[in-house]
């Protein structure tokens, strides 16, 4: 097996990140009281727990690199989550950036950052 990492991130209640991702074509491979996996594929999130949590004080982030930004994003818009500048969940869509790379942005229901990055 290649070494990996995979980000833990907060929610607020897992049965809600847990629904809000499962839209997005992830799955429950792990969960009890303190902890939470989801996968999709080869993407792995881990989740703890942070009732308190406030979205928009949320500092929290990682990258999902992806073979299809475009195709991920056609799904996030497709499970009806807005193009926007403020609230959560929201989008913000790939585009082109100086490195050459396409880079858009999913934040979550509790405030987390995800970019959404392809693959050269």
Excluded: K
């Excluded at 809600?16 to 993407?43: K, P, V």
């Excluded at 050459?100 to 950052?113: E, N, V």
């Amino acid at each position: 097996m290649p070494d990996i990492a995979t980000p833990n991130l907060p929610s607020r209640d897992f049965a809600t990140t847990s629904a809000f991702y499962d839209r997005l074509g992830f799955s429950e491979a792990y969960r009890d009281e303190g902890w939470m996996i989801l996968e999709r594929g080869e993407l792995v999130l881990e989740f703890f727990p942070f009732p308190d949590l406030e979205p928009a004080e949320s500092s929290f982030g990682c990258c999902l690199r992806l073979d299809d930004v475009d195709a991920f994003y056609r799904v996030c818009l497709g499970v009806g989550l807005p193009e926007s500048t403020r609230g959560f969940p929201r989008l913000h869509p790939p585009r082109q950036d100086g490195s050459g790379l396409r880079i858009g942005a999913l934040l979550d229901p509790d405030g987390t950052l995800l970019r959404l990055i392809g693959h050269p």
